[in-house]
């Protein structure tokens, strides 16, 4: 089962909790003139998460398809949306177009570089890269500039099958979520690099006011302040030898 949450005007949170992790999966519908998802999701999930999205539009009329990083439940369903929508093309970073996405897919995707602009019509997605955060070589984020969104990813992450949206501080929960992944074999998931923090600072100068998180609830409120406490939890977490 699906949940359904319009977290912000237009932009609609798309949430499958999956039990055996105790963590959600969410996948984010921008309902424009050119509409957009990010996160395909993964490949398991696509037929709930079709039927998911064609409550809100006809899935045949998707344009875009975006994430951060090329794993499978930020894309793995790709080809499966590309079949279905036969206008739909991929964005994601340069970085993962040559390197792994123009490969596996079935269409080229769009390769995004610093400061270029995915239109959905009324709304405006900035591209900005992160490598290596929240992990992978080609990892990136979008911010839309007139609603103040950023689609932050795998940032923030935390358990439980939580609110769609929250204003309480989201910094505990992923501590906590953190050193629990720590322990386990997914430990060293969040490389801590010399630019880790100057990163997470230029996410925050966006001064965003919405946060579209993957795993866990999005948040509403000053982001830059949160981003830069999570620049010390993370590297608390994974920036000691
Ligand atoms: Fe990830
Ligand atoms: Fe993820």
Redesign the pocket.
């Known amino acids: 089962m699906t949940s359904i949450h319009e977290i912000a005007p237009d932009l609609f949170r798309l949430s499958i909790y999956a039990p055996a992790f105790d963590m959600q999966?969410n996948h984010f519908v921008v309902r424009d003139e050119e509409p957009l998802l990010f996160h395909a999701g993964l490949k398991g999930m696509f037929p709930e998460l079709r039927e998911a999205v064609a409550k809100l539009i006809d899935p045949t009329q998707l344009r875009w398809i975006a994430w951060s990083h090329f794993?499978s439940?930020?894309c793995g369903a790709l080809n499966d949306w590309l079949q279905l929508a036969p206008n739909a093309q991929s964005a994601c970073t340069l970085i993962g177009k040559l390197v792994s996405v123009d490969d596996f897919s079935i269409r080229p995707a769009r390769g995004m570089t610093p400061d270029d602009v995915l239109s959905t019509g009324k709304y405006r997605y900035r591209f900005h890269p992160s490598p290596h955060i929240p992990h992978g070589w080609d990892a990136g984020v979008l911010f839309e500039e007139t609603r103040k969104t950023l689609f932050c990813?795998?940032l923030f992450?935390h358990f439980g099958n939580v609110d769609p949206i929250t204003t309480s501080d989201l910094i505990e929960p992923t501590r906590q979520a953190m050193a629990q992944l720590q322990q386990g074999p997914l430990a060293g998931y969040m490389p801590y690099t010399q630019k880790t923090e100057g990163v997470l600072r230029t996410l925050a100068g966006l001064k965003p006011e919405t946060m579209a998180v993957?795993?866990g609830s999005s948040f509403r409120g000053q982001g830059d302040r949160l981003l830069c406490d999570l620049a010390g939890v993370i590297t608390e977490a994974f920036g000691k030898a």
Do not use: A, G, V
């Open positions: 999966f794993e439940d930020e990813s795998d992450h993957m795993h």
